[in-house]
Structures are given as C-alpha cells and as structure tokens.
C-alpha cells in the first residue's frame, strides 16, 4: 500500500524543546512538503525539496529547519525559536517536475507544546 | 495579504441539492487550482484541480469552474450527500506545473443536512 506516513499522531513538548517530526513516504515522489495548520486557518507552507539534499523555504518557515538525505523521508524540526509551535502539521509529497500534479497528504501530527 | 480566498467559512447545504463552493485569487502567477476534502485531525484527499487553459473539469459529482477574468473559481457538487460533509479547501500553484508548494484558502466548511 503506497502513502504517506506521519508519527506520532500526538506529540506533547515542554516549551524550549526542539521536537522533529517524521515523515515518509514510498509513493517514490521526488517532491515533499511540509504544511501548518491552525484553528480557522488554511495550510501553510512551511519547507519543501524538490530533491533529495536540497530545499526551500516555505512562507513561514522561521524557528523551522528540515532535512532531505533520503527521497522517501522528510524530517521537520520545530526549535525553540518557533514563537507559536502548538499546530497541526501535515506532510505531503508530489510527482514534481514540470508538469501539473497533485500533492497527496499524510494523516497529520498535531503538536502541543506546554 | 491572502491570495486565496473563499469568503464562506460555512455553507448548509440539504441532501439531494447542489452545493456551490466559491474561491477567489489576487495572484495573477497562479495558474493550476485544486480542491482538498478534509475531515477534522486528517489529513486533506485531493478532490479534483483544473489548469488556467480550462474553465471547466468534471470528475463524477464534482465539477470546478475557472473564471480567469475574474480571478474566481467554483465547486460544485451534484446531488450533495451526508459523507461530503467536511472542510473544503480551495488552493493553487504559484507557477506553472511542477513541484512549488501550494497556498491554500481557509477553508469552508459544508454541512449537509438530511
């Protein structure tokens, strides 16, 4: 079965913590992206990889940082410096390059930091 | 500054009837627009999208329609039925095809009544 897989579902942080989230995917997507979402709020784009080892910063993407050493995985690490970490965050993944494609998502992990 | 709305946060619709979902754009780069299906702490399904040389696309129950003039895009959803009861979300790409994130409105959410 191809997907996208996210874990934890929860995840409960102490504020000062960085916490990294999981994302993987075998859908053997060249394309990965990280989403925010809060209450009332679409998605926002945190960081995408068009490829593997490179990356781009999404609209929000301060007190973020992600890495992509493997196509199938794109981990994201929430720091210390993101002001507001509590969210949900969604990964997703796309064919990329150059032609029109839909971005499929993973189930979500919804971050609380206390 | 949003440059995808969809100006309804809710919209009640009764079982059998259509449901019409509106999304406006401010960006005129934007040129590939898709519709996400969400239930609440999942992640978004991909409905259906439609590129800017189209004004119309069906697939099943479901058809969008571009109006590039006026920068406005439609859903509409023949007969609606209880399981389309979700949030929808209007999004689009910032350039043509390939593997740029997507910026999402805020959702509406469709209520369908028996």
């Known amino acids: 079965d191809g997907g996208i897989t996210q874990s934890p579902k929860y995840l409960f942080r102490k504020e000062g913590q960085n916490v990294t989230l999981s994302c993987e995917q075998n859908?053997?997507?060249?394309?990965m992206y990280w989403y925010r979402q809060d209450p009332g709020q679409g998605l926002r784009l945190i960081y995408y990889?068009?490829?593997?080892?490179?990356?781009q910063k999404g609209d929000i993407a301060e007190g973020y940082s992600v890495s992509r050493e493997k196509k199938e995985s794109f981990p994201l690490t929430v720091t210390s410096a993101q002001k507001n970490p509590t969210a949900f965050y969604l990964c997703?993944?796309?064919?990329?390059?150059?032609?029109?494609?839909?971005?499929?998502f993973g189930p979500g992990t919804r971050l609380t930091v206390l | 500054d949003q440059q995808v709305k969809q100006n309804s946060p809710s919209l009640s619709v009764q079982e059998g009837r259509i449901s019409i979902l509106n999304c406006d754009y401010t960006?005129?780069?934007?040129?590939?627009f898709l519709w996400y299906k969400k239930y609440p702490a999942e992640g978004p399904t991909f409905l259906i999208s439609?590129?800017?040389?189209?004004d119309k696309n069906e697939d099943g129950r479901f058809t969008v329609f571009l109006n590039k003039s006026a920068k406005h895009l439609s859903l509409h959803i023949v007969p609606s039925q209880p399981g389309d009861s979700a949030v929808y979300f209007c999004?689009?790409?910032?350039?043509?095809?390939?593997?740029?994130?997507?910026?999402f409105g805020k959702g509406t959410h469709l209520i369908i009544q028996p």
């Open positions: 859908l053997n997507h060249d394309a």
């Open positions: 997703a993944s796309s064919m990329g390059g150059s032609s029109y494609n839909e971005q499929f």
């Open positions: 999004a689009a790409s910032r350039r043509g095809g390939g593997a740029d994130g997507l910026t």
């Open positions: 990889s068009q490829i593997v080892n490179d990356f």
């Open positions: 960006n005129s780069m934007f040129d590939y």
């Open positions: 439609i590129s800017s040389i189209k």
